[in-house]
């Protein structure tokens, strides 16, 4: 089995403060970049300073790999697949960050606070892919959910944001005090915080009334930042109003962190197993992957296309999510990674497009762009094909894992309607591949990039995204052995108590 | 190594292709021809050795075989293979490509490179699917043929190719992931059922599988081919992306595509679910005739000469999946030689009409007419190919009909008799084709010139080869044969043993 230390002292050792690395390196970053504000240092500098404090993250990250698993307290659990999630949202961070400076340099807002809250959202997107408990679970959830308050407003004099950011807002609000309300019903009957303890309580006996009440209400908060249907009306005007970069961290780290504290928590409560539970989840799934499909066929604003398809493709982590079991962490852990990688290619491809006026949203945008500008739009076509599932792209390799993972105990309606709902959503991909492919080539060439140096940056993070798209779909063995290893625990195994 | 060159060589060559159109308009072309080629001569070598006149005969039905882990943690391994079979079809694939890039040779002026790059990377995809021996890597070939199709369709045809390249890519998109779930459930059921979990052809073929799923994973796979084909109800796609497709499009869709679904019947379909295969067989059939007749009676009412042949596709078609559902060796004989002899017969006649059409600018045989005179050499090859569309003996089409009959009298008389009025119907839209375009009054005055060098050379490949087919087609049953004896012979053991086990149904 695999060894847990476990230190019930109150105070910190030196190794919980190791395993915390990668969590205090963001937290500290958004001091040292506030501090750096107050120095009155340049945007450019700051955005470089950030940049290196991402890579800093993510390579005590990799640190702490040799530690793993490891339980911090009662409030965090720092095991395998905690630290895969943690490594994808850094991640996402990093491509925010390197997309952001030539979309902020232009705009009227200055851009400089922007970073601290970037790190403040990526750190309570760490905090809950590690939590174990429901403090840490609440705490990280209100951090990234107030830092984006903040940022999906943050062009303040645009109609689109500021009418984005009051419907997070009070959504976001409003989710919580059910997901808060839910808590404390679970608490009610467990007397138990730590999802460890509550595990302990429920043991194997049935889930009673009151406990299904609880999850049930923290299933609707918590939909809530899943962007789920039923609970999925914010979205497409969120995605539409926030800043490019904003709405790709949305679509990908915030999701991220939600999704790996459900799983964690699911499993420890081991809510699989409840048939009710189970019902409302395959009613969710279905309802994400029909509807999301569907209403993203008549938008012409690709932001808000990608915000239905984001709704479809959370549908379709579910039908990995719902059938249990110890194969389920590697299914959502490889479907989160070819997701992202996808997102933000097309988000990046979008932010490099926008102008100082407006963003490159509508669809008439991209007509004609590979003959404009090849790269960009072969880089396009390749996230739209990801995101559609088609072979050669991750999207497809993502979507065989889930299939493979329904399917194999049995789940063939969510197989089915996974199917045919993408079979939907391959119009809406296609339509904007198609509309980059309309029209001719215009003779005149473009005015030259303004910020070559952060152009050249963003450009090497696209190819650098399309490659592992591609090589995900080409050769994803390397990637499913990684996934393959990685362990969700919950409780410490009996045996480490002793140690 | 030799199989895996096939397909390299193409993939490379596209990419080439891509790279040398940013500099040059004509380069690519000549990539693409050398890419084509150079596999056909790769094709004939692999045929010329295993051949019993060459040097190494082997002993069974497969001549070479490759494989290498590619995704063991799933049991997927890039595993091809070639059977007589594969071999046919892989030499109609590398011939109709040589055919297909040179008459784009002027038709495309415009991003040549990115065009000649979707033409390659078909063919690879197609050389693929002929090849693949692992269900995932199938799929994924199967897929990898579909989204250059796509571009093909929607960036140079003819004015509705949005439309007609939506139409195309959702059907069949559509029906090939109904096939993967297909898939996946066989995989899922062999591996619980033996404890290994795998794509891999020949293990997954001897599954035992329960009556009730083995009807829905064939329907799964079915559905799939049956677009492809296209057997009758599923055929709508099929005039629309034919009618829109640049010329080598349609040459290739009608050449190539098509077979790949007839392809994947005798390769997986049959030998997979030999039960669910009889008890389904005369449906089929009967979709089958229904597929003969409707397309020779919807051939007769077009004015659009290229849907026109389009639908005589359709009928064409029905010839090949009732063959496949008679399920004895004459049939499935005269199946093979369709799928060579139509490809040629029809790809013949959709270059003629994409000729007809740089030269009049017109797809409407209303506005045709009298162009023998203007055009003798044209009108003449026109006619062969009319004929060799309508079964005339001594040409290829009559031989694989011929067999197709006389294979279906053995297990379903009356249906070959409707079937075989498909070959009255086919005589009177040929005769129309040949009757509206080539003889009567002229329509139009421009002066009209005949072949070009290059045109001659392509309709004199065409015309020997079909030729060829209609004199001597041993050659070809003598190399489809281990393939056709041994699917043949499966089955008669599935029934064999079926009949000393009267409840394996339950």
């Known amino acids: ?499 | 190594m030799m199989l895996v060159l096939l397909i390299t060589v193409l993939m490379v060559g596209a990419v080439a292709a891509v790279v040398a159109g940013e500099w040059s308009r004509h380069v690519p072309r000549w990539i693409a021809l050398v890419a084509c080629v150079i596999g056909l001569m790769c094709v004939i070598a692999i045929w010329a050795n295993t051949s019993p006149a060459g040097g190494s005969v082997p002993s069974g039905q497969w001549l070479l075989d490759y494989r290498k882990s590619w995704i063991p943690s799933f049991g997927i391994s890039f595993h091809l293979a070639v059977d007589g079979l594969s071999l046919l079809l892989l030499a109609l694939t590398f011939f109709l490509g040589v055919l297909a890039v040179l008459c784009s040779w002027d038709e495309i002026r415009e991003r040549t490179g990115f065009y000649y790059f979707n033409l390659l990377w078909i063919l690879a995809g197609v050389a693929g699917v002929f090849m693949a021996m692992d269900l995932f890597l199938f799929y994924f070939f199967w897929e990898v043929m579909l989204i250059p199709m796509y571009f093909l369709i929607g960036i140079w045809g003819s004015e509705n190719r949005v439309y007609a390249a939506y139409k195309f890519f959702i059907f069949t998109q559509a029906s090939g992931l109904l096939m993967f779930l297909a898939i996946l459930g066989l995989y899922f059921i062999h591996g619980q059922d033996t404890g290994i979990y795998t794509f891999n052809y020949f293990e997954l073929t001897g599954t035992v599988i329960p009556f009730k799923s083995a009807f829905w994973l064939m329907s799964g796979f079915m559905i799939a081919f049956a677009v492809k084909l296209p057997v009758f109800p599923f055929h709508t796609w099929l005039p629309d992306a034919h009618g829109e497709a640049p010329t080598a499009g349609s040459l290739i869709l009608a050449g190539l595509l098509l077979k790949t679904g007839a392809y994947g019947m005798l390769r997986f379909v049959v030998p997979m679910f030999p039960e669910a295969v009889r008890e389904a067989a005369v449906p089929a059939m009967v979709l089958g005739v229904v597929g003969i007749i409707y397309g020779a009676v919807m051939a007769y009412s077009q004015t659009d000469l290229k849907r026109l042949v389009a639908f005589t596709s359709v009928s064409h078609m029905g010839f090949v999946i009732t063959g496949i559902f008679a399920l004895n060796e004459l049939a499935l004989q005269g199946v093979v030689m369709q799928l060579v002899t139509h490809a040629l017969s029809t790809g013949a006649l959709f270059l003629m009409a994409g000729m007809i059409k740089e030269r009049l600018h017109t797809r409407d045989i209303g506005e045709m007419g009298g162009l023998w005179g203007p055009m003798p050499q044209m009108g003449s090859i026109g006619l062969v190919f009319a004929m060799a569309s309508l079964g005339l003996p001594g040409l290829g089409n009559f031989i694989a009909e011929f067999l197709i009959l006389l294979g279906v009298f053995q297990a379903h008389p009356w249906i070959t008799v409707a079937a075989a009025s498909g070959l009255i119907f086919s005589a009177v839209y040929s005769l129309r084709i040949v009757g509206k375009i080539f003889l009567g009054p002229r329509k139009t005055m421009e002066t009209v010139p005949d072949f070009s060098f290059r045109e001659m050379l392509i309709m004199a490949a065409l015309t020997v080869s079909i030729v060829w087919l209609g004199l001597f087609p041993q050659p070809v049953i003598d190399t489809a044969r281990p393939a056709i004896t041994e699917l043949v012979r499966f089955m008669d053991v599935q029934s064999a043993a079926l009949q000393h086990q009267p409840y394996v149904k339950q």
């Open chain 1, 1 to 499: 089995m695999f060894k847990v230390r476990l230190y019930n002292t109150s105070l910190m050792s030196n190794n919980d403060f190791n395993a915390l690395m990668p969590l205090l390196v963001l937290a500290g970053a958004s001091v040292l970049v506030m501090l750096l504000i107050v120095a009155r240092l340049s945007h450019r500098l700051i955005q470089l300073v950030s940049l290196l404090l991402f890579v800093i993250a993510f390579i005590s990250l990799l640190n702490i790999r040799a530690m793993l698993p490891y339980q911090v307290g009662s409030l965090f659990m720092i095991d395998s697949f905690g630290a895969f999630m943690i490594g994808l949202i850094i991640f996402s961070g990093l491509a925010v960050n390197v997309f952001s400076y030539i979309y902020f340099q232009e705009k009227e807002e200055g851009p400089k606070e922007y970073y601290v809250l970037l790190f403040l959202c990526t750190l309570g997107a760490c905090v809950l892919a590690v939590s174990n408990h429901f403090v840490s679970l609440f705490l990280g959830l209100e951090i990234l959910t107030i830092g984006l308050y903040a940022l999906i407003a943050y062009l303040r004099a645009r109609n689109h944001s500021i009418e984005a950011g009051i419907k997070y807002l009070v959504l976001a609000a409003f989710s919580s005090a059910f997901l808060l309300f839910g808590m404390a019903l679970v608490y009610l009957q467990t007397g138990a915080l730590s999802f460890a303890g509550m595990a302990n309580v429920i043991g194997a006996a049935s889930v009673p009334p009151l406990l299904l009440t609880g999850l049930g209400l923290m299933l609707v908060g918590l939909g809530f930042k899943l962007a789920v249907v039923p609970f999925h009306m914010w979205t497409a005007d969120v995605y539409q109003g926030a800043p490019v970069p904003v709405t790709a961290f949305i679509a990908t780290a915030s999701k991220g962190g939600v999704v790996a504290s459900m799983l964690r928590f699911f499993a420890a409560i081991d809510g699989f197993r409840s048939e009710q539970l189970q019902v409302v989840m395959i009613v969710i799934a279905i309802a994400s992957m029909v509807v999301g499909n569907l209403l993203a066929l008549r938008q012409s604003n690709i932001k808000r296309v990608l915000a239905y398809s984001s709704i479809a493709h959370l549908g379709y982590l579910l039908v990995a999510f719902i059938p249990g079991g110890d194969v389920v962490p590697q299914a959502v852990s490889f479907y989160l990674l070819t997701y992202f990688t996808a997102t933000f290619a097309a988000f990046g491809v979008i932010t490099i497009l926008s102008g100082a006026e407006s963003d490159a949203e509508e669809l008439v945008h991209y007509r004609a762009l590979f003959w404009k500008q090849p790269a960009l739009a072969s880089i396009l076509s390749v996230a739209m094909f990801s995101l559609a599932g088609i072979p050669l792209t991750a999207g497809f390799t993502g979507k065989f894992y889930v299939l493979t993972t329904g399917i194999g105990q049995g789940f063939w309606l969510l197989a089915s309607v996974l199917v045919l709902s993408s079979v939907v959503g391959l119009y809406y991909y296609l339509r904007v591949v198609t509309t980059m492919f309309a029209g001719t080539r215009d003779l005149l060439p473009g005015p030259p990039p303004k910020y070559p140096v952060f152009l050249g940056i963003s450009m090497v993070a696209l190819f650098v995204l399309t490659f592992a798209l591609i090589w995900l779909g080409v050769y994803p063995d390397h990637a499913i052995g990684v996934v393959r290893d990685l362990q969700l625990l919950v409780t410490a195994p009996a045996t480490s108590f002793a140690e």
